[in-house]
């Protein structure tokens, strides 16, 4: 089993910036790729980034290119998402995702591990 427990969600002023943390415990964490995912007040979870298990790939939305950045440290775990240039559009529950497939975690397509989530709230 893995557990996935993300924090630093908060809330922030438009342009503002927060880094977004996952601790993984349970099972192999280098063996998965991890994605962020966020899901807007009465709208559908979608896909923010994601990165393969030994770091060397990842990938964005493109509303979030050139703003998010993911990234990993496998010695602890734990996986990130800094955010800047925040936008009130990006208010949303983020959401730690791990799965064996990157194309799943791609797709958003049968991922096997979530976390619970973090709020994140951009005031305009």
């Known amino acids: 089993q893995v557990q996935l427990v993300e924090s630093g969600g908060g809330l922030v002023q438009a342009g503002g910036s927060l880094r977004l943390s996952c601790v993984v415990s349970g099972r192999t964490f280098r063996s998965y790729n991890m994605g962020w995912f966020h899901q807007a007040p009465g709208k559908e979870r979608e896909f923010v980034a994601a990165?393969?298990?030994?770091?060397?790939?990842?990938s964005y939305a493109d509303s979030v290119k050139g703003r998010f950045t993911i990234s990993r440290d496998n010695a602890k775990n734990t996986i990130y998402l800094q955010m800047n240039s925040l936008k009130p559009e990006d208010t949303a529950v983020y959401y730690c995702?791990?799965?064996?497939?990157?194309?799943?975690?791609?797709?958003?397509?049968?991922?096997?591990?979530w976390g619970k989530g973090t709020l994140v709230t951009v005031s305009s």
């Open positions: 990165i393969t298990w030994g770091g060397g790939g990842t």
């Open positions: 995702a791990a799965d064996p497939s990157y194309k799943e975690l791609l797709d958003y397509s049968g991922i096997d591990y």
